[in-house]
């Protein structure tokens, strides 16, 4: 006896394809997500100059981060309130400033739930690297001189110091609160 196909309706080819579809968008979505800014940094490097540090002196308007090594230029926002990080670098507000000295300290997210944020890339960046900071119209320049993993508990990473030190940190591993990525960088001393 010959097996009979029944051919399924409009109705359910038409659902099954849109549902298909809809897996696909998703996926695709979740999947740049992760790889996109990593895939974003390595076509930059490959066709755009990284931002110059000196191209800072002329926005004296605005307080600054770069980060030539991955790409980042951004503003540091000030406040005393969480809402200050979700736009940009946050210089945290019981620290110091570079014109003081001591510990200047910078936290940004590198993921939430809009997609890749101001440090995604901040593990990326090397001891020896350079970063310059505007800070009240004055540029101050800066060489990495540590990269540490620590626990979310350990604010020494925020303690005042004797010396005059930028400090950059945010969440690490990526999409994930468990330990902090702490760049350590000393002011360079043709300041």
Same mark, same amino acid.
């Given at each position: 006896m010959p097996t009979i196909y029944n051919k399924p309706?409009?109705? !359910?080819?038409t659902v099954?394809?849109?549902?298909?579809?809809?897996?696909?968008?998703i996926n695709s979505y979740v999947l740049w997500g992760m790889f996109g800014?990593?895939? @974003?940094?390595? /076509?930059?490097?490959?066709? !755009?100059?990284?931002?110059?540090? #000196? @191209?800072?002196?002329?926005? &004296? &308007?605005?307080?600054?981060? /770069?980060?030539?090594?991955i790409y980042l230029? *951004?503003?540091?926002?000030?406040?005393?309130t969480y809402d @200050?990080?979700?736009?940009?670098?946050?210089?945290?507000? !019981? *620290?110091?400033?570079?014109?003081? %000295? %001591?510990? &200047?300290v910078l936290a940004g997210h590198?993921? &939430?739930?809009?997609? @890749?944020?101001?440090f995604y890339n901040l593990d990326k960046v090397?001891?020896?690297?350079?970063? %310059? /900071?505007?800070?009240?119209g004055k540029l101050y320049k800066y060489k990495v001189r540590e990269v540490v993993i620590t626990t979310p508990s350990n604010t020494d990473i925020e303690a005042?110091?004797? #010396?005059?030190?930028? *400090?950059?940190?945010?969440c690490t591993p990526l999409w994930t609160t468990e330990k902090r990525l702490v760049i350590i960088a000393e002011m360079d001393d043709g300041n």
């Open positions: 309706s409009n109705i !359910a080819y099954n394809w849109l549902l298909i579809i809809f897996i696909i968008s800014p990593r895939i @974003a940094l390595q /076509v930059k490097s490959s066709i !755009a100059d990284p931002p110059k540090i #000196e @191209a800072l002196d002329n926005r &004296t &308007t605005e307080n600054r981060l /770069v980060i030539p090594s230029d *951004t503003k540091i926002n000030e406040g005393s @200050a990080l979700l736009s940009g670098a946050w210089r945290r507000p !019981a *620290t110091s400033t570079p014109e003081l %000295g %001591g510990n &200047t590198r993921f &939430t739930y809009q997609g @890749a944020s101001i090397r001891i020896g690297d350079e970063i %310059g /900071v505007t800070y009240n005042p110091k004797n #010396e005059t030190i930028l *400090t950059l940190y945010t």
